[in-house]
């Protein structure tokens, strides 16, 4: 752990969630084969295209309509109607299908069981910090068993722009009713939750779990997400 400016009064902790609480990476593939098999089910075997196909829709949707990629649910809900429609299904047909492809996405996208130290940890954060979580994806902490733990969770898109725009840290501030600078923001992604609460004027504690150089200091770097504990002492 690495403390490169000095930390000021904390009344909030902010998670990413999304490779800070957990690796998303198995998740992602379950929720997406999830989604693949909810199409095989619903189309016709000649119409069955493999993951490749829907994630390229899905990216030149993000190219036509960039404004879509702030809030990644329905961008992927419009890019699998993009490709059903591109498929020869009709646009209320195309509709419904992907509803449903979405729905099964979804489903297992938010199944998600956080290690039990994990959860110690947020328990004993929760103690004396209030703990909210902001995040550019749609993982859900009501399904995470986290609700109890939690004041409330920002996401991208229903919520603002996604991270590193300083949207959802402002909205945070302005519900928690505390200044920004009392927020210490706690993620993965130096691009998006460094810089976004930087530039939000929140703190900023970067889980590095590369060891990157970098160009813009957080002000605390930390390699595991356990380093968090000695924000519960005194």
């Excluded at 490749?52 to 990629?69: A, M």
Aim: proline share 5%; net charge neutral.
């Amino acid at each position: 752990m690495q403390f490169f400016k000095t930390i000021q009064r904390i009344s909030a902790l902010s998670f990413d969630l999304d490779d800070t609480l957990y690796n998303n990476a198995p998740v992602l593939l379950a929720a997406e084969q999830a989604m693949l098999q909810s199409l095989q089910q619903q189309l016709k075997p000649e119409l069955h295209r493999p993951l490749d196909y829907w994630s390229q829709l899905r990216w030149q949707l993000g190219q036509q309509t960039p404004e879509i990629r702030h809030d990644i649910g329905r961008w992927r809900l419009l890019g699998i109607e993009a490709g059903l429609i591109q498929l020869g299904l009709a646009e209320c047909e195309a509709g419904e299908i992907a509803d449903r492809a979405y729905q099964a996405f979804w489903q297992a996208r938010t199944t998600i069981t956080l290690a039990p130290e994990v959860h110690q940890l947020l328990e004993q954060l929760a103690n004396r910090f209030q703990l909210i979580a902001i995040t550019n994806g749609n993982a859900c902490i009501q399904r995470m068993g986290l609700g109890d733990l939690f004041q409330f969770s920002l996401q991208a898109g229903p919520d603002g722009k996604m991270k590193p725009f300083p949207d959802l840290f402002l909205a945070a501030a302005k519900r928690l009713q505390v200044a920004p600078q009392q927020i210490l923001h706690i993620g993965d992604s130096h691009r998006a939750d460094v810089m976004g609460a930087l530039t939000a004027g929140c703190q900023a504690a970067w889980l590095d779990h590369h060891q990157k150089p970098i160009s813009v200091l957080p002000h605390i770097r930390i390699t595991k997400i356990q380093d968090t504990h000695f924000l519960t002492r005194g």
